[in-house]
Structure formats: C-alpha cells, structure tokens
C-alpha cells in the first residue's frame, strides 16, 4: 500500500490547461508587423496578384502594363488606404482573440498541441473571412480591376464613392462579395500553412543536426515559413475564384448571379487549368515577404512595442 502511495505521489500532474492571454501589446505588435508589411511591399504584389488573376488572358507583361497605366507608381498601391490599412490593421486582433478561444477548447476536447495550433488557426482564419477581410479584399479588388472612367474624360469616383455606390445598390451582400470564397481560402490556407511550416521545420532540423529543444536561425526560420506559405498556394485556385467575383472587369460572358461553383466553372471553361492559378507566382512572393517581415523584424519590433507599453510581448512572430 504505502508503495503504491508513493509511486501515485511521484507521479507528476499533467500540466494545467491555461487559456492563452490575449495582451493589448501582442495585438499592437501584430497590427503593426502587417501594416509595414502591407504598406511596403505587400500591396504592390497583391496588385500584380489581382490584376493577373482578373486578366488571365494576359501574359506578365500585360498586368504590369495595366497597373502603371492606372496611376504610374502609384498603381501598385491601389485599394491600400483605406481598405489594406483597415485589414491589416485588424486581422491580426481578430485572428488572436478567436484562435486563442478555439485551440483552448481543442486542447480541453484532448487534442494534441499540434492539432489545437491547427484547429485554432482555421478557425481563426474563418472569423477574419467575415469580421473584416470580406469586405476589405471585396473593396480592395473593386479598386483595382473597376473600369476607369478618366481614359474618357469623366470624373474617377473616389473610394468611398465607389464604396457607397455599391453598398447602395446591393447591400450588405455587394459588399462582401465572395467572403464564402474568402473564408475557405483563409481555413485551407492556416490548416496547410501551420503543418507544412512544421514540417519544413523539422526537415531543416535534421539536415541541420539541431535537435527540438535549440532554437532555430532568423535565416532557417524564415526558410521554414516561407517553404510552408509557399506550398500552401496549392489553394490558389480559390483565389482566383475569390477574384473572378468580386471583380468589376467587364465582360458579358460572365455569369450574371456569381457563386463559388459558377466562378469555378466559368474560369475553367474559359482559360482551363491554368487559369485556375493564374497569379500564384505573386503569391508566393507575397507569403515569403509577410515571413521575412513577421521573423527578421520581429524582435525588433517587439523590443519597440514592450519599451512603449511596459508589458511583456507573449505572441509568437
């Protein structure tokens, strides 16, 4: 009896199960990570992304041609302010304070650290879909495919006009046009990109000869990232459809009512497989600059973030 008692009482408790705080000073880091990011080089490549998924009969060429005809420079920035700034501005808090909620509960339900990583980045994702970024990348699209009328000498409705102009005519649903499509981007996108980055890590790991418990390298961190983003565009397709309808490219052999199952059906009857993933190269580009700025500049702007609030960073960059 009293070695029972005391193997039982030598037995260490499983470690108790915290919710992860949400701190004014993570949602501060993260707002501001993305809104370098977006403001920088982020935007520019999201244009050639958006214009080269609406205009897929265009070789590289034509994109770029069409941008700058639209402004020069300033092209490449159309649709950042205010639409960009308001995403990036509020992702990440939507995406912190739901995630955060999600895995607690998958954790809770017995699920491994891994699979809770997962479950609340998907969900997460999901919430981002239709808190904000459905009507941000509706927006931001509009921008950047509408037909300018200044080519013929009239007046170019501002952002706010064109703003209105929709919410008038269609409600709510015009704009958020193509959030279902938005929303399955973001869950596909967090589920593959958390697990291929996890992979990726532990690939580099071994080549390395670095066992789990040393940290990795800013170099090897982001080759890990961006090999994980970078996989992830397998769901690029979904992008395009997620273009195709909030576009406002004229043609009249578009789908009058657009669903995710018409658009998918229209692009691939017009330009095949190949249509469907139109863009992915900016893409990629675009996942590999969101990581050199979340991890080359994170400590950086963590060490920034904590002298100006006086708390503890705690997110993970």
Same mark, same amino acid.
């Given at each position: 009896m009293s070695t029972a008692a005391g193997s039982t009482a030598g037995v260490q408790a499983p470690p108790k199960l !915290?919710?992860?705080?949400?701190?004014?000073? %993570? =949602? =501060? #880091?993260?707002?501001? #990570? %993305?809104?370098f990011e977006v403001t920088t080089l982020g935007q520019p490549l999201e244009v050639v992304k958006t214009t080269m998924a609406a205009n897929r009969s265009d070789g590289f060429a034509g994109p770029m041609s069409r941008i700058w005809s639209r402004g020069g420079a300033l092209g490449f920035y159309q649709g950042l302010i205010p639409w960009a700034w308001i995403e990036a501005?509020?992702?990440?808090?939507? =995406? #912190?304070?739901?995630?955060? !909620?999600?895995e607690y509960y998958a954790r809770s339900f017995g699920a491994s650290p891994f699979i809770g990583g997962i479950s609340g980045g998907m969900v997460g994702g999901l919430a981002q879909a239709y808190a904000t970024m459905g009507f941000c990348t509706c927006m931001k699209t509009v921008e950047i495919t509408k037909h300018k009328a200044a080519a013929k000498g009239q007046k170019v409705p501002g952002t706010m006009e064109t703003f209105m102009g929709i919410y008038r005519a269609e409600g709510i649903r015009g704009i958020n046009k193509g959030v279902n499509a938005v929303a399955v981007r973001q869950v596909t996108n967090w589920g593959s990109r958390f697990g291929l980055s996890r992979v990726a890590e532990t690939a580099i790991r071994r080549v390395g000869g670095k066992s789990d418990a040393e940290k990795l390298g800013v170099g090897e961190k982001i080759m890990a990232s961006a090999l994980g983003g970078g996989l992830s565009a397998w769901n690029q397709p979904i992008e395009v459809v997620r273009?195709?309808?909030?576009?406002?490219?004229?043609d009249p052999n578009r789908p009058k009512k657009m669903t995710v199952g018409k658009a998918f059906g229209y692009i691939y009857s017009q330009n095949g497989m190949k249509g469907l993933y139109r863009g992915v190269t900016p893409r990629?580009? =675009?996942?590999v600059w969101q990581t050199i700025c979340m991890v080359a500049l994170g400590d950086y702007a963590k060490e920034a973030v904590e002298k100006l609030t006086g708390e503890a960073v705690t997110a993970k960059h």
């Open positions: !915290e919710k992860k705080p949400v701190k004014f000073s %993570n =949602l =501060l #880091l993260g707002a501001g #990570l %993305n809104m501005s509020t992702k990440g808090a939507v =995406l #912190l304070f739901v995630a955060s !909620e999600a273009v195709e309808m909030q576009s406002k490219k004229e990629i580009c =675009l996942g």
